[in-house]
């Protein structure tokens, strides 16, 4: 069945440094779905990309597709406290809008 | 409209209970699912609807889980015979049909199986 992948699974920055974390599907996705989980928390969506290529940003965020739809990035620079978190890439499966999530990547920021 | 809200927050039930949870999703959304969340993975989907039709069930679940959307409002999921293994986060989320809509998810139901 359809998986999707998150690398890294933890990464620990020092406030103020980059953090990336990488999405990668086992078949093209029609879109990709960004979510923030707050410790304690429940997912928040952030973001959704549609088109192959696109990047979108949301302030310190940057959103990335891949060409053939099967990846996506999430770089959030100089990174702060509130950043804290997990986050997930989901991709749609099958003729709905059901959703696979990946394990998470989680980002633990030291001030 | 306070966004997806389910009940209780928490539950704490015996092996071989029976436990029912409710979600009340955003009412202008016709799509409702159920997820479970185990610590440090994803949320893994169980079942969802649109309107009061189940459309798909997980084949990862077993027949003692079972969910109903009656009038295509609130749901609720039921877990028959609890078992330890059943100790997870239950998630609902509601969206808008269509493919191009992200989820709102409630604050999940905490269930310890003792």
């Known amino acids: 069945g359809q998986q999707v992948m998150q690398i890294p699974q933890y990464q620990h920055v020092q406030e103020g440094e980059d953090f990336t974390t990488y999405c990668n599907s086992s078949?093209?996705?029609?879109?990709i779905q960004w979510y923030k989980q707050r410790p304690g928390g429940h997912p928040v969506f952030l973001i959704q990309?549609?088109?192959?290529?696109e990047v979108k940003k949301q302030k310190r965020l940057t959103f990335q597709f891949g060409e053939a739809k099967k990846n996506s990035s999430l770089h959030i620079t100089a990174t702060q406290t509130t950043d804290v978190g997990t986050y997930f890439c989901?991709?749609?499966?099958?003729?709905?809008?059901?959703?696979?999530f990946g394990a998470g990547t989680r980002l633990a920021v030291h001030p | 409209d306070t966004g997806v809200s389910q009940n209780p927050r928490h539950k704490i039930t015996k092996r071989g209970q029976n436990v029912t949870f409710r979600c009340d999703p955003i009412?202008?959304?016709?799509?409702l699912y159920w997820y479970r969340q185990t610590l440090g993975q994803g949320p893994e989907f169980l079942t969802y609807?649109?309107?009061?039709?189940?459309?798909?069930k997980s084949r990862l679940l077993s027949d003692r889980f079972s969910a109903e959307r009656p009038k295509g409002s609130f749901s609720t999921l039921e877990i028959q015979r609890t078992e330890q293994g059943d100790s997870a986060m239950y998630l609902c989320?509601?969206?808008?049909?269509?493919?191009?809509?992200?989820?709102?998810f409630g604050s999940g139901t905490r269930l310890t199986v003792v």
């Open positions: 989320a509601s969206s808008f049909a269509g493919v191009n809509y992200g989820y709102t």
């Open positions: 078949t093209t996705l029609s879109n």
């Open positions: 990309l549609v088109k192959s290529g």
């Open positions: 989901a991709g749609p499966t099958g003729g709905y809008n059901k959703l696979i």
């Open positions: 009412s202008e959304h016709n799509r």
């Open positions: 609807f649109q309107n009061e039709a189940q459309l798909e």
